[in-house]
């Protein structure tokens, strides 16, 4: 499986400022995903993040509200920009890799709980 | 675009329980689909993957099939533990390794 860390595991923010999560991952991938969790719900893809090219963001989300940094294949940062309380959700990195030549499977990384107040 | 359902949205038995949780998912063009667990507060684990050529895979107590012409999965539980609540979510794995999610099924075992 790919191990992936996240920093912070949790943070709670004041409004108006801006919160950096770091992912880490222990092995090189192309693909790296930024999921949002809002409370009670599913998670809802944020945007991909391919190294050595902008993010691509998904209906919903914009580039000035979450900038995306992938410098290299192992490591890939989410800023949550100007935070407002509904902001507050869990942010869950996640990578695509296939194990031992087998089908693509997606890992999650254990997720940062963001509470902005 | 891919919707994925999770049904039922919630779910407490007693423990012992065989119990069954079921997803459906409307574009059956997927490469796999895969159920994950969630425990309150954390990530997700992935259970098990099932690969679009594949009718089912197993993993101790944990059987998950797939129908793709009627665009549906199944997660069966056996023999159900307290240990077992967490909610439980499946996704499907569309071209361009995109991840559709369902709502997830709630589950709580009773000791």
């Known amino acids: 499986s790919a191990v992936i860390s996240q920093k912070p595991s949790r943070d709670i923010c004041q409004r108006g400022t801006s919160l950096t999560i770091q992912c880490q991952v222990d092995?090189?991938?192309?693909?790296m995903f930024w999921y949002r969790q809002q409370p009670g719900q599913s998670l809802t893809l944020i945007a991909t993040?391919?190294?050595?090219?902008?993010?691509?963001?998904e209906s919903g989300f914009v580039i000035d509200k979450f900038p995306i940094s992938r410098p290299n294949l192992t490591f890939s940062t989410l800023t949550v920009s100007n935070m407002s309380p509904e902001d507050s959700s869990i942010y869950l990195c996640?990578?695509?890799?296939?194990?031992?030549?087998?089908?693509?499977?997606?890992?999650f990384g254990p997720g940062t709980r963001l509470t902005v107040l | 675009k891919q919707e994925v359902t999770q049904i039922p949205a919630a779910l407490s038995v007693p423990e012992g329980e065989n119990l069954v949780l079921n997803c459906s998912f409307t574009?059956?063009?997927?490469?796999?689909l895969q159920w994950f667990r969630q425990d309150p507060g954390k990530g997700l684990t992935s259970l098990l993957l099932?690969?679009?050529?594949?009718r089912e895979q197993t993993s101790g107590r944990l059987n998950a099939s797939l129908d793709k012409s009627s665009g549906r999965s199944t997660l069966y539980i056996a023999a159900s533990q307290p240990g077992d609540s967490a909610t439980y979510l499946c996704?499907?794995?569309?071209?361009?390794?995109?991840?559709?999610f369902g709502g997830g099924t709630r589950l709580m075992v009773k000791p």
């Open positions: 993040a391919n190294q050595g090219s902008e993010a691509t963001y």
């Open positions: 099932i690969q679009s050529s594949q």
């Open positions: 574009d059956s063009a997927i490469y796999n």
């Open positions: 092995s090189q991938v192309t693909m």
């Open positions: 996640s990578v695509v890799k296939s194990l031992a030549g087998g089908p693509n499977e997606q890992f």
């Open positions: 996704a499907a794995f569309n071209a361009g390794n995109m991840l559709t």
